[in-house]
C-alpha cells in the first residue's frame, strides 16, 4: 500500500484534484533498477507537467484523439478530457498507469490507459495518426531522445500536433536540434507557468 497525498491545482479548465505517493523515493527497487533502470520518476509531479497540463487546458479539443507519453500521475491527460479531447494515456509503469486511472476518476473524467513502452508500440500505432500526442518531460535521457525521434512520426501525420514540455535538459537539447534537421518543424514558447519550461510544438514538414 502507497502512502499517498492529495494536492489540487488550478488549471483554465477548473480545479484538478491529483493524488501521488508522498514520498516517491521510497518507491526506489534495486530490482526495478536493473529492469531497464526502471526509476519511480512517474511519482513526482513535473513542473512540466503543470505547465504542459495550462497549454491543453486552453484549447477546444471537442472530440480530438489525444495520446500522453509518458504521463506519471496524468495531469496533462485529466486537462486535455476536461477541454473535451479522448484521451489515452500510457506509461511504462504498472503503477503510474493505476496512478492516473485513479486521479482520472477522482476528478470523475473519461480518461482511457494502457501500459506502453516505447520499444513495444503497437498498441498505440493500430490507433494512429492521433490528432495530438502529448508528453512532459520525457526528455532526460539520450534513450528516451533516440526512442521518441524514431516513434513520433509514425503517431502522427501532417495534421496531427506533438506538444512537448521540458525544463531545458540536455538530451532534448540534441533532440531539439535534431527533429527540427529532420522531419519536423519545430515552434516553441516559455511557459506562463514557469520560465525554466519551454513547451515544444511539433509538425512534419
Ligand atoms: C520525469 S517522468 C515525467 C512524468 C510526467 N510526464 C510528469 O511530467 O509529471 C518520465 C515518465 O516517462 C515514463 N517513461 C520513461 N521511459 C519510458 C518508456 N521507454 N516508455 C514509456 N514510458 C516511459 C516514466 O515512467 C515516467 O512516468
Redesign the pocket.
Known amino acids: 500500500m502507497i502512502d499517498s497525498i492529495e494536492e489540487r491545482i488550478a488549471l483554465p479548465v477548473g480545479e484538478v484534484a491529483l493524488t501521488r505517493p508522498r514520498d516517491a523515493e521510497a518507491l526506489l527497487s534495486e530490482e526495478g533498477f536493473e529492469n531497464e533502470e526502471f526509476l519511480p520518476?512517474?511519482a513526482?509531479?513535473?513542473t512540466?507537467?503543470v505547465a504542459l497540463a495550462h497549454d491543453v487546458a486552453r484549447r477546444s479539443l471537442r472530440g480530438a484523439g489525444v495520446l500522453e507519453?509518458?504521463?506519471?500521475?496524468g495531469?496533462p491527460s485529466i486537462a486535455a478530457a476536461l477541454a473535451g479531447g479522448r484521451v489515452l494515456a500510457?506509461?511504462?509503469?504498472a503503477d503510474?498507469v493505476r496512478a492516473v486511472a485513479a486521479n482520472a476518476a477522482l476528478n470523475e473524467v473519461a480518461v482511457e490507459t494502457a501500459r506502453?513502452?516505447?520499444?513495444e508500440p503497437d498498441a498505440i500505432l493500430e490507433r494512429a495518426p492521433w490528432r495530438y500526442v502529448i508528453?512532459?518531460?520525457?526528455l532526460?535521457e539520450p534513450r528516451?531522445a533516440e526512442?521518441l525521434l524514431e516513434l513520433l512520426p509514425r503517431l502522427v501525420d501532417r495534421k496531427g500536433r506533438v506538444l512537448i514540455a521540458d525544463p531545458g535538459r540536455r538530451p532534448a537539447e540534441e533532440f531539439l536540434a535534431r527533429a527540427c534537421a529532420g522531419r519536423w518543424h519545430v515552434r516553441s514558447t516559455t511557459s506562463s507557468r514557469s520560465p525554466r519550461v519551454q513547451v515544444h510544438r511539433l509538425r512534419l514538414r
Open positions: 520518476y512517474w513526482e509531479l513535473w512540466s507537467a507519453l509518458g504521463c506519471g500521475l495531469l500510457t506509461d511504462w509503469s503510474a506502453v513502452s516505447w520499444r508528453a512532459s518531460d520525457v532526460y528516451n526512442q
